[in-house]
């Protein structure tokens, strides 16, 4: 049961985005962000929709999966809309009370309805084509040169790896001690908020205690196969390297910024 | 042969506790296959954890390959040299892949990475698993975890592995292969001290190692060791299923061999008897 929480979600695939250095990846979902935040015009936003929905069928991955992913956001995509319809400046389209909507207010918040959308698929697609261990080492790769300022970038790739990998073995003990305690007669479902968090207490006392023998197992494990706690001298199995792909992906959104940036030109000089 | 571990004397206490180890000397020839036999608490695990330098004796002295333990500075090289493999395999698996579990001990030791990708795959040959290179670590069974953990150790080709009860937590087709794997890198000519408290396994090793209460109660071959049977049970031991079959038939009058260790052997006594009772 518990064990049928999907964690991050990766979705397997083959497709060019699947296949793109996870280096490039990380740093194309910044770009595209910042492309995101270029574009100001509706020519300009009828650009980025388009470019949006061709990515998204290069993942091969259904729209739908990453429209579930706004559903959280439902709350402050509607908040923002309002914000923006209820409190902007300009010619009152129509006026009660202290509001007034104007078609300024319109346009903005059905841009920036259309941004939140955006920039949620945007980074979705990042987490749906690299799998999480492939981003924790894009990462460490990426910032490796922070290393020399004494940015602990080896350390953290190393816990986020480690956490990666204990999370399912975690879950399943959890379950385990759920069972047990359920056969000692403990009662999870039932009772108020205050009654229930007590109920808990049974199931994360055992299991910390048994995260922390595992931790120390795993460092005497770590340390008899040579870790030394340092990227320093250190090898890797998997290399990455970058490609005629990663270039043009590259290119292609570095074009789509310098597009955006001129439709926003084209505007201001009342086209 | 020569000895690759000696152990001289060796103490060894937690800070103000009793002692776990008292005055054991113990030495291991290169390509032996010892096995260390024990009852929990007995102190087999902690003797296992001196021979890599984990823990360091309180008295006395263990050197691997010439190099002492207690020195700080031959650490890295003890660690390279003794391979050592636990019990839970959960907790020795530090990547979420096979292929780069096994490559974890290369890439600390800077290991070049054409070289790397070879000596995985060597290791994971050894121990039957190639064909598991790029799964997931975490959809294993326990056998084949271990033998995964078993690859990473020895893609570092150490010269000794110690294994501390490795089939404690397996199933009984997981233990055999694990088992298997490990008579295997014997034969290869890989030293190898098994910690474990299942009579069947330290049958077939090649020297046998009894320890109780941090002394070394009986040491010598199989035969040698569970011809013993009444001292084995005597320290809370049982002796190898068929051998105690046949502690039973002597009792009841039968004339068979004590020392009978496995199934084969047992199997090939009991038919002869039956086929000299059938001729007269």
């Known amino acids: 049961m518990i064990k049928d929480i999907t964690l991050g979600q990766f979705f397997p695939g083959n497709s060019v985005i699947h296949k793109l250095d996870p280096r490039v990846k990380i740093i194309l979902a910044a770009l595209y962000i910042a492309f995101l935040f270029v574009v100001q015009t509706a020519v300009g936003y009828a650009f980025a929709i388009a470019a949006t929905l061709v990515f998204v069928s290069l993942t091969k991955i259904p729209l739908k999966m990453y429209l579930r992913g706004l559903k959280p956001l439902l709350f402050i995509l509607i908040f923002t809309a309002l914000l923006n319809v209820f409190y902007s400046t300009g010619e009152p389209l129509v006026e009660f009370w202290i509001f007034k909507i104007t078609a300024d207010g319109i346009k903005n918040a059905i841009f920036m309805i259309l941004r939140i959308f955006m920039l949620v698929i945007a980074t979705s697609m990042l987490t749906y084509t690299t799998s999480p261990i492939v981003l924790t080492n894009g990462l460490e790769r990426l910032l490796s040169p922070l290393s020399k300022i004494k940015v602990p970038v080896h350390e953290f790739s190393m816990m986020m790896t480690i956490a990666l990998r204990f999370i399912p073995t975690l879950l399943e003990e959890t379950d385990k001690i759920m069972n047990a305690q359920k056969a000692r007669g403990a009662d999870f479902e039932t009772g108020g908020l205050i009654k229930r968090a007590k109920a808990l207490a049974p199931i994360l006392i055992p299991l910390f205690i048994s995260a922390f023998r595992r931790a120390d197992e795993l460092a005497t494990a770590m340390e008899c196969r040579c870790y030394t706690g340092s990227s320093e001298g250190r090898t890797h199995l998997v290399s990455y390297s970058m490609s005629g792909r990663d270039v043009i992906a590259l290119i292609v959104v570095i074009c789509m910024i310098a597009i955006a940036v001129l439709l926003n030109y084209v505007r201001f000089f009342g086209f | ?280």
């Open chain 2, 1 to 280: 042969m020569s000895a690759i571990i000696t152990a001289e004397n060796i103490t060894f206490r937690y800070s103000e506790g009793k002692d776990i180890i008292k005055n054991l000397s113990l030495e291991i020839e290169e390509g032996d296959f010892v096995a260390i036999l024990g009852h929990n608490g007995s102190g087999k695990s902690t003797f296992a954890k001196h021979l890599n330098a984990i823990l360091t004796p309180s008295e006395g002295k263990v050197t691997v390959a010439g190099l002492d333990t207690s020195d700080d500075n031959n650490l890295a090289q003890i660690r390279r040299t003794v391979g050592m493999v636990f019990q839970n395999p959960d907790n020795q698996i530090i990547a979420t892949v096979v292929e780069e579990d096994v490559a974890f001990a290369l890439e600390n030791l800077g290991v070049e990475q054409n070289e790397m990708i070879r000596r995985v795959d060597e290791a994971l040959e050894t121990v039957g698993m190639l064909k598991f290179k790029k799964h997931s670590t975490t959809q294993l069974s326990g056998g084949q975890k271990q033998r995964i953990a078993i690859a990473g150790v020895i893609a570092m080709n150490p010269r000794i592995i110690v294994l501390d009860e490795p089939t404690a937590m397996l199933d009984p087709q997981g233990r055999e292969d694990v088992i298997k794997t490990v008579k295997k890198l014997n034969e290869q000519g890989v030293t190898v001290v098994l910690i474990t408290h299942y009579m069947d396994e330290a049958a077939q090793a090649k020297r046998v190692v009894v320890i109780d209460e941090g002394e070394i109660l009986i040491d010598g071959t199989p035969h040698y060791v569970f011809q013993n049977a009444g001292l084995l049970t005597s320290v809370g031991l049982d002796v190898p299923q068929s051998t105690s079959l046949m502690f039973l038939l002597r009792r009841y009058g039968v004339k068979v061999p004590l020392a009978v260790l496995t199934e084969d052997e047992c199997i090939s006594v009991l038919s002869d008897i039956l086929t000299r009772k059938n001729a007269t």
